[in-house]
Structure formats: structure tokens, C-alpha cells
């Protein structure tokens, strides 16, 4: 096993990885899942892909079928009928998952990450024991609504609200660009509490459950990418949620939203590395097929340089998630480190999939071939969970010393777990 000692360099300003050990080293349950999770994606995913993108067609079989082989429970805690592997084995999984389609990464950054996770994070044992064993093996699947048709990057400008009444709270409001919005049984929602000051807002999650009267979605059409996956809106009309829904409490609303932010950019960081796979799986191969001027394209410098490229991305992509995940196992604060990992990840997704494209010439602009699908897909990455700039916003404002992370009220459950 291979050890650095990050503790013999000087500390950089709000890092917490002074004097502690990383091991890059997967262990052999990190090579076990990805195995299965790649065989999952290759003959699970990719058959019928094609036509799946072309007619935007999405249901929930994907889903059963994730939750049957584990996959949605990876990270969860054996306790709660999930798998019980390290966060690092999570994004193994959604690296693998998406090297097939994008789509089913979507679903694991949701339900996994957005969800699950920040259950795991924020719930109380009453809510951890009502809810994560179904959603650990699929029976119920969990989405995340925090985006709204004014309020994207500038979040705390959400409209949603939620007025106390008696022992509950009546939801009020709509919520857009959310990932599996048709199939979810539940949501994470972020609300603004309707009482006090309107100048200082404060704000309420709340796990809310789509058969609750006052409930409806609408699905988005034409999208760019992420055609096999579905995408929507959701609306709540006078709909009662039980107090005991809330996650936190009154005023925590916002913090549990990054939170979940923390766990669902990790799978993206993640999921980004697994297109640039995808696309050195079809650069290779077509580049030693297709001939000209007598000799097969990957032996063309500039061809090269282009496979070249998305190697370093893969390679840096890789490190930086592991990191995270790393983070994640030992328990330390790990925001900045996420939106590193998402915000260059996601960037070098994009750039490789646009240089597939380039590899494959007029063969690379239609459907043929899948580059033209990473090239739509990977986009869409560099929006959600941070767009680009918010995420160079936020690397500068860490470096400057404008922004820094305080330790959390609640934390994720190190691993492993049960210890
Ligand atoms: C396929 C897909 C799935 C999604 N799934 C979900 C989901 O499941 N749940 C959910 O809640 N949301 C989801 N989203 C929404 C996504 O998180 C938002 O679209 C994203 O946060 C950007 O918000 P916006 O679209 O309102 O863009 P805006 O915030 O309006 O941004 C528009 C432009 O202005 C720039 N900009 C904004 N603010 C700043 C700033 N301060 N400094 C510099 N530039 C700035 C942005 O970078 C961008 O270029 C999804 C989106 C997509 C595309």
C-alpha cells in the first residue's frame, strides 16, 4: 500500500488534511463493486440506449433494477439494509454507472447522494429507521427539490413556503429542473418559513411524499441531454406535511441543503470521470480502425494529443474524487474539496467529450456513435449541483479568505460503519 504524508507540508489556508494519511490504494471490496457496477452499466444500460436517448424515454425499471442489485444503498449502513461500503465504493459506482449513461448516474447522485445521504446526515433515528431501509433497496426512491423557476444559483431566494399550522406545515410553491420528478415516491424539499422577517428568511426541510394531497409533477421536454433520464417539475398546492417530516429543525433548512450539496457534487465530481472513460473507450477504438493516408488515425500526433488530454483529466478526475471520498470515510469537512472535484471534473468531461467528437469526425455528429450523447450529457454537468462560475467563485472567495467551513452541527456517519 502506498501512503502520503500530507502532514509534512505546510497547511494551506482552510484545509483540514494537515497531519492526517491518504491511501489511494482501492481495497479489494472497491474493486469488487466496480466490477459489478461496470458489468451493471454494459449490460444493464447500454443495450437500447440509443433509442432510449433518440425518444427521450425514461421509466422507473432502471431504478428497480439499480435497487435490486444494491446500487442504491451502497453507502448506506448495513443496519439500515444497505451494502455497507465506504463512500469511496459510491463513487466507484457512479464513475462505472455513468461510463454506460448519464442517466443512471443522475438517479445515484439524487437518491444516493442528495437524498439518502443527507438523511443519514441531518434524520433523527426515528427518521433514519423510517425511511432509509426502503429507500437503501429501492422500494422507494427519493429525489431532491431545492431549484425553482427564480431561484437556480441564487438559492436563498427560494419562494416555496411553509406556514405552520397546529402539528404540521402547509407547503405552498413550486419547484423546477428536478431529477426524477415523475418517478420519486419522495422528496427532499427546501422551504422558507412564512413567519418572521421577510428580510431575514429562514428555512425548513422537509421529506414530503408525492401520494400527499396537493402533490403533482410535470415532466420537461427536449432537454440537451440526459434524454434517457427524467427531469421535471413539482408543484405543492395547500399540501400538509407532518412536523416530523422536518429535517433539523426551523432555521436549518439552508444548511441541510448544502449538506446535501456536499454528498451530490461528489457523485457528479465523480460520474464525470466514467464519461471521460466512456469516451477513451471509443477514441481508442475507433482511432486504431479508421485509416488515413495509410495508417490508423491514433497514430497521428495531434490524435494523440487529443487522447492524451482526456487520460490527464481521468487520471487528476480520479484523484480528486478519491480525495473527497476519502474525506467523507474520516469524517472531516469536505465542501471546498467537493467543488473542486466537481467543478474540474465536470470541466474535463466536457472537453472530452468535445474532443471524441473531434476523433471521430462526421461519424462523431450523429448518433452512430455514442460520443455525440457524452457531448450533450457532459453539459449538463456544468449547470447543476453549481454551475461553473459559482464554483470559480467559490475556489477564489477559499483562497482569498472570504469564505471558509465551519465545523458542521451534524455530520455524516464516518466510516466503517456500525464500528
Ligand atoms: C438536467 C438537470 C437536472 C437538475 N436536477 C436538479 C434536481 O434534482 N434538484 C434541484 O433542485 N435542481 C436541479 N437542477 C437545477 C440546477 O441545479 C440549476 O439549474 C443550477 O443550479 C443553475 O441554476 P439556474 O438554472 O437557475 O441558472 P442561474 O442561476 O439563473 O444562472 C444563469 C447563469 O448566470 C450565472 N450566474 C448566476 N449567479 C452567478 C454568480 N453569483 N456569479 C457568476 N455567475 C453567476 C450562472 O453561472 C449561469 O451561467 C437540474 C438542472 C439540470 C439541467
Known amino acids: 500500500m502506498t501512503f502520503l504524508t500530507v502532514g ?8 483540514v488534511t ?3 494519511r491518504m491511501d489511494f490504494a482501492p481495497t479489494p471490496e472497491n474493486e469488487q463493486i466496480r466490477e459489478a457496477a461496470y458489468k451493471f452499466g454494459q449490460n444493464e444500460i447500454v443495450p437500447g440506449l440509443r433509442d432510449r436517448d433518440r425518444e427521450a424515454k425514461s421509466d422507473r425499471t432502471m431504478l428497480e433494477q439499480m435497487g435490486a442489485a444494491g446500487f442504491l444503498g451502497v453507502s448506506v449502513p448495513e443496519s439500515y439494509s444497505g451494502l455497507g461500503a465506504d463512500y469511496v465504493s459510491l463513487g466507484i459506482v457512479c464513475e462505472e454507472l455513468e461510463r454506460a449513461d448519464t442517466s443512471a448516474r443522475v438517479a445515484l447522485s439524487v437518491h444516493n447522494g442528495l437524498h439518502s445521504m443527507t438523511l443519514m446526515q441531518w434524520g433523527t433515528e426515528e427518521q433514519k429507521g423510517r425511511w432509509l431501509p426502503d429507500l437503501a433497496t429501492g422500494k422507494r426512491i427519493g429525489a431532491f427539490g431545492l431549484t425553482e423557476p427564480n431561484a437556480g444559483s441564487d438559492a436563498a431566494n427560494l419562494k416555496t413556503t411553509a406556514k405552520k399550522d397546529g402539528d404540521s406545515y402547509v407547503l405552498n410553491g413550486q419547484k423546477a429542473w428536478i431529477s426524477l420528478s415523475d418517478y420519486a415516491d419522495q422528496f427532499l424539499v427546501i422551504t422558507k418559513l412564512a413567519e418572521g422577517d421577510p428580510a431575514k428568511p429562514r428555512f425548513a ?3 414530503v411524499d408525492r401520494t400527499t394531497p396537493g402533490f403533482s409533477s410535470r415532466p420537461i421536454h427536449g432537454k440537451l441531454g440526459v434524454r434517457a433520464g427524467n427531469t421535471g417539475e413539482i408543484f405543492f398546492d395547500n399540501m400538509r406535511v407532518e412536523a416530523d417530516r422536518m429535517l433539523g429543525g426551523e432555521g436549518d433548512g439552508f444548511k441541510v441543503a448544502m449538506s446535501a450539496l456536499d454528498h451530490g457534487r461528489y457523485t457528479v465530481a465523480a460520474g464525470a470521470v466514467g464519461i471521460i472513460t466512456a469516451c477513451l473507450d471509443a477514441c481508442t477504438k475507433y ?14 500526433q495531434l490524435v494523440q494529443q487529443m487522447i492524451a488530454s482526456m487520460v490527464q483529466g481521468r487520471e487528476i478526475g480520479r484523484l480528486l474524487y478519491y480525495k473527497v471520498g476519502w474525506m467523507k470515510n474520516t469524517g472531516q469537512r469536505h465542501t471546498r474539496e467537493c467543488s473542486m472535484a466537481k467543478w474540474v471534473n ?3 468531461a466536457f472537453d472530452a467529450a468535445n474532443k471524441a467528437v473531434e476523433v471521430h469526425g462526421a461519424y462523431g455528429f450523429c448518433d452512430e456513435f455514442p460520443v455525440e450523447r457524452y457531448f450533450r450529457n457532459s453539459r ?3 449547470i447543476y449541483e453549481g454551475t461553473h462560475e459559482i464554483h470559480t467563485v467559490m475556489q477564489a472567495e477559499y483562497e482569498m479568505g472570504y469564505r471558509s467551513d465551519k465545523p458542521l452541527k451534524h455530520t455524516l456517519p464516518t466510516w466503517p460503519f456500525d464500528a
Open 346 to 348: 465536470c470541466a474535463a
Open 205 to 207: 426541510a422537509f421529506i
Open 380 to 382: 449538463g454537468a456544468i
Open 8 to 15: 509534512l507540508l505546510p497547511p494551506e489556508r482552510g484545509r
Open 18 to 20: 494537515y497531519g492526517t
Open 287 to 300: 482511432a486504431n480502425e479508421r485509416t488515413v493516408g495509410g495508417e490508423p488515425i491514433g497514430r497521428k
